[in-house]
């Protein structure tokens, strides 16, 4: 009979625990604002957003003021919400965070 090995836990790294919660803070951001951007959007336009502003029934007017509001909103919490998850950690556990790899969202 084999012995069947043990498998090697890995522990995740310092960096690779900031990269994990700055992205779950980021999403959980995003999302939070994308909802609260869909109720205001409603409130202030007397209608729903756009749920594809590429399509010809919506006007240009609209979907360039859907895409700016949106992306403005979602990108500024995402921004927020890494930083706040870098400096929480770097109080809590005294790591400095290096310089991520931006092409991939700071992973």
Not at 15 to 32: K, P
Not at 46 to 72: G, Q
Not at 84 to 105: C, E, H, I, M, V
């Amino acid at each position: 009979m084999k012995k069947k090995k043990k498998k090697k836990k890995h522990k995740l790294s310092s960096e690779e625990l900031l990269g994990m919660v700055a992205a779950s803070s980021a999403t959980l951001a995003g999302t939070a604002v994308r909802s609260l951007l869909n109720k205001s959007w409603k409130k202030v336009m007397k209608n729903d957003p756009p749920l594809n502003p590429a399509s010809p029934d919506t006007s240009w007017k609209e979907a360039i003021a859907w895409t700016v509001a949106s992306s403005v909103a979602v990108g500024l919490a995402q921004l927020l919400a890494r930083r706040g998850a870098d400096a929480f950690l770097q109080q809590a556990s005294g790591y400095k965070p290096g310089k991520r790899n931006a092409t991939f969202g700071g992973l």
